[in-house]
């Protein structure tokens, strides 16, 4: 419910914050405990990689619940968590994987107090279906739950859809990953671009991959020549 308040009682309050290290606070600014973040970015630009490293530095304030609904519990996320060090650098129970848990499954989770999860990762909303009022009942219901959603990205470099789009302008933190880079504008401070993985090899694997099959068509192609 609602109410009123006087801006002398606002300026009194004391609203806890992230102890965030400095680091991540050029990245994302200083957010309040239970923030709302979004992240979007087209497949292979980085999204994943960039909300792992920063779920690191959340699991040593709590525990991370990260619902891998779109990749499971598969190779794909497994290298990402290798990549990123996961097992080395957190403690054993404070970043736990979802295997492709639904919405109800993933409430649940939530709802156990005895879980005491404190950041809460959705990879992704589209593949969940998650609607705005799946969005506001979580925000509402678990206000001190900071939640995390990964979303795909249009070819305009906009959030996929409408709901995407609608969540953009509820979140405190708007976070685009492109080419290797996470570029966030947040509600809690200046922010600096993080380079979440170095694009320039990614661009050259491709076509040096390509010249390699070239030079062993070549190859092959001369051997039939030369009969």
Not at 40 to 45: I, K, L, P, R, V
Not at 67 to 94: F, W
Not at 138 to 165: H, M, V
């Amino acid at each position: 419910m609602g109410k009123s308040i006087s801006i002398h009682e606002l300026d009194k309050k004391h609203y806890p914050l992230m102890p965030l290290s400095e680091e991540w606070q050029q990245y994302i600014g200083h957010p309040e405990i239970g923030f709302r973040m979004l992240v979007w970015g087209e497949s292979g630009h980085g999204k994943t990689t960039f909300v792992v490293k920063l779920c690191k530095e959340l699991a040593q304030h709590g525990k991370v619940y990260y619902n891998s609904i779109e990749q499971g519990e598969g190779a794909s996320i497994q290298k990402v968590m290798r990549l990123c060090n996961v097992t080395a650098d957190c403690k054993p129970g404070s970043f736990m994987l979802g295997d492709r848990d639904s919405y109800q499954e993933m409430w649940d989770k939530l709802a156990k107090p005895r879980q005491r999860v404190r950041f809460v990762v959705i990879d992704s909303l589209q593949y969940i279906s998650l609607t705005k009022d799946q969005y506001k009942q979580l925000t509402e219901t678990f206000p001190r739950i900071a939640l995390i959603i990964i979303s795909w990205s249009e070819g305009s470099g906009q959030p996929k859809g409408d709901t995407a789009k609608s969540i953009r302008y509820m979140v405190d933190i708007k976070t685009q990953v492109k080419k290797g880079v996470a570029r966030s504008d947040s509600r809690f401070g200046a922010t600096v671009p993080y380079q979440v993985i170095p694009w320039e090899e990614k661009e050259r694997a491709p076509a040096a991959r390509g010249q390699k099959l070239l030079d062993v068509g070549q190859q092959q192609l001369a051997l039939v020549e030369n009969g």
